[in-house]
């Protein structure tokens, strides 16, 4: 079959209907000025928008990273590996125990989604369909060609709705109510809650969230219509960020499933809302305790990833955190932060680690 063109004559959306309706497999090549994308079909439903073994702008990866699912140490250590093995990415990331297959493939889903409603929306360029090309591995993700391209074009709706309304990114955003026990949260609004305090912007938030931009944002319409988010006012641009609670971590050694990460966040919210309902009635202290801001918490949480990535290639935790910087698995900058340094000690007979912010 062949099919090119150039899409001012005909959209992503409708070459895309195309290949679902008639059940195509093979791989869509797209191009817009220095942009490339392609999407690999196999009858009829999109398995995976990355070139098989690995890039070093591999579109998954990125998204990992992003997500804060793997530190920018990991990545580089993924990519180092993947160099002298020439494996496929999901391979090293399933066999490293990075992710789990059920893990890998939700994330792989939202990657392909976040992909594809960047590409609905290209008016410009060229396109051509190659059957030859297939993806070569058994797909992890098969996603309808309808139900994706209707996610794809509510998602570009949607998004001009959260532009309009999260046109500053400086403004602040604290919590106004608790949300009734009864009512359903959303993953990415627990996420979201565990960020929220009066005093860090709606960029800062989207930033940190261990989600797409578009998710954090649609995570935050939707607490702000619910009335459980209220503006706060605003923060100049160029103001240091005030801090949070302290954090301390106490990890053992344990194969990280998504279950156990979720309940984990649970607590985390749990602390947040009883720390918010305790501070209306006790009086803050003039001399605070040390405490972290948001992206020293992102610090202490690529500290971990890396704390996993030594333990699982060299069997143990390592003695103190300058070995990581010494075997160039962690650049010291990330624990040695000038407003808060972090402090960590390995536990006896390898059982685990404490880590912690280091008090002034």
């Known amino acids: 079959m062949a099919l090119q063109g150039n899409l001012r004559d005909f959209s992503v959306t409708e070459i895309l209907q195309l290949l679902g309706t008639q059940k195509k497999t093979g791989c869509l090549l797209l191009e817009w000025n220095t942009e490339r994308a392609r999407l690999f079909v196999l009858d009829g439903r999109i398995v995976s928008s990355r070139e098989p073994g690995m890039r070093a702008d591999d579109p998954f990866l990125s998204f990992l990273v992003k997500a804060h699912r793997l530190s ?51 008016e410009n360029g060229t396109y051509r369909f190659d059957p030859n090309s297939r993806w070569p591995n058994p797909p992890r993700v098969r996603l309808s060609m309808e139900g994706a391209l209707i996610e794809a074009a509510r998602r570009v709706d949607e998004e001009k709705r959260y532009v309009a309304r999260f046109r500053d990114p400086y403004e602040l955003l604290g919590v106004r109510d608790l949300p009734d026990p009864d009512e359903p949260l959303s993953e990415e609004e627990k996420e979201i809650f565990g960020l929220i305090d009066g005093q860090h912007t709606v960029a800062e938030v989207v930033e940190a969230a261990p989600l797409s931009e578009y998710e954090a944002y649609e995570a935050l319409h939707r607490m702000l219509e619910a009335n459980w988010l209220e503006p706060g006012g605003r923060r100049d641009p160029g103001r240091e960020a005030p801090t949070l609670l302290p954090h301390v971590e106490i990890q053992t050694p344990a194969r990280f499933e998504l279950g156990r990460e979720l309940a984990f966040a649970g607590a985390v919210i749990a602390l947040f809302f009883a720390f918010q309902w305790s501070s209306r009635f006790v009086p803050q202290s003039p001399n605070p305790h040390p405490s972290t801001d948001v992206f020293v918490q992102q610090g202490m949480r690529q500290v971990r990833d890396v704390l996993e990535l030594y333990h699982r290639e060299s069997g143990r935790y390592p003695d103190n955190l300058d070995v990581l910087a010494d075997d160039r698995y962690l650049d010291p900058s990330v624990y040695q932060g000038a407003t808060r340094p972090l402090r960590y000690h390995r536990l006896p007979n390898d059982a685990g680690y404490v880590l912690e912010v280091a008090k002034r």
């Open 72 to 122: 920018d140490e990991q990545r580089r250590g993924i990519l180092s590996i993947q160099r002298e093995s020439g494996r496929d990415l999901e391979d090293l990331l399933e066999n490293g125990r990075y992710l789990e297959a059920d893990e890998m493939s939700n994330y792989l889903e939202r990657q392909l989604l976040d992909d594809l409603m960047q590409l609905v929306r290209w």
